[in-house]
């Protein structure tokens, strides 16, 4: 479909949607205005691209006037170089949306391959997600931490809380490796480790259904680091979805109930997030996006403390701003290249 005819659509339904909501149909009322609210932004801006294009017919028109040339002249060249702005603009805004871009966040870090180094190295990661979050003015809570007993973290898991916490984090899904001289190392020689981490959207129960069937629970006493008891009470919970084999364990709170609805938090959102896996690979099943395949095991970024760089190997980014990168204050840049980067593959293959 050409811009033009998905200019003409918008605003025919647009109008479309004028005319229902003005007729008052009581039962879709409050779908048919949040549409239309959603709607309004992209009408606006389609409706000032049709204006300075018809703008410039006009000043081209006018050019043919000596006594108008000059005028007519600047203001027709003013609107051609201001244009191909315009028109990125509304092909962004009719860019299709991910569902799940408005979603809270669930963040897992996973201490991968390196032993003590990788679990610091995931600690400080879950720390930078969280410095970040504050940045931003959102909420982060953590539901559950397995830490080493020495400041490292083998697993941990967050609920983000805020505007567009998903849409901003999604391409923060992948391993993270780290490159530096670990304090325990003697000779000075540098050690490479990684850590894994997920972003997954928080699912309600609406986006995900789980038969009671299909569960399993099993409770223990929680353990921390080294394996020693640090509870006298079986409040651990482990839930396992016996359909996909997985499962998820928390012993963050001495409830047994507070662990069982947050392991059921997690465990949802890792269902949802494998469902709209699925989708993504069936959609994408002729190409592989550059940043958003989402894989786990795919390494997407490196953090090199003796160089004070930071390397994001998707796009190709390095910033020499490992400080900034790790209390939080540089990832909104990285970030939004990620996202432009996105909506430039998107465009591109809109117009194929």
Known sequence: MTLDAQLDKVLYRYDELRELLAVGDGGSFAKLSKEFSDIEPVVNAVQALKKARADMVE???????????????????????????????????????????????????????????????????????????????????VMDVNETGIGGMKEASATITGRGVFAKLKFESGVHRVQRVPATESGGRIHTSAATVAIMP???????????????FDVYRSQGSGGQSVNTTD???????????????????????????????????????????????????????????????????????PQGRVTDHRINLTLYKIDEMMNGMALDEVADALIAADQAERLAEMGE
């Open 59 to 141: 000043a081209e028109a006018m050019m043919a006037d000596p006594d108008m040339k000059d005028l007519a002249s600047e203001e027709f060249y003013a609107l051609k170089e201001t244009l191909p702005a315009l028109e990125r603009d509304v092909q962004l805004m009719l860019l299709p949306k991910d569902e799940a871009d408005e979603k809270n966040a669930i963040l897992e870090v996973r201490a991968g391959t390196g032993g003590e180094e990788a679990a610091l190295f995931a600690a400080e990661l879950f720390r930078m997600y969280e410095r970040f979050a504050a940045t931003k003015g959102w909420r982060f809570e």
């Open 202 to 216: 928080e699912a309600e129960e609406v986006d995900i259904q789980i038969d009671d069937k299909d569960l399993r």
């Open 235 to 305: 409040s651990a919970v482990r839930v396992t979805h016996i359909p996909t084999g997985l499962a998820v364990a928390c012993q963050q709170e001495k409830s047994q109930h507070k662990n069982k609805a947050t392991a059921m938090k997690l465990l949802r959102a890792r269902l949802y997030e494998m469902e709209r896996a699925a989708k993504a690979a069936e959609r994408a099943a002729n190409r592989k996006s550059q940043v958003g395949s989402g894989d786990r095991s795919e390494r997407i970024r490196t953090y090199n403390f």
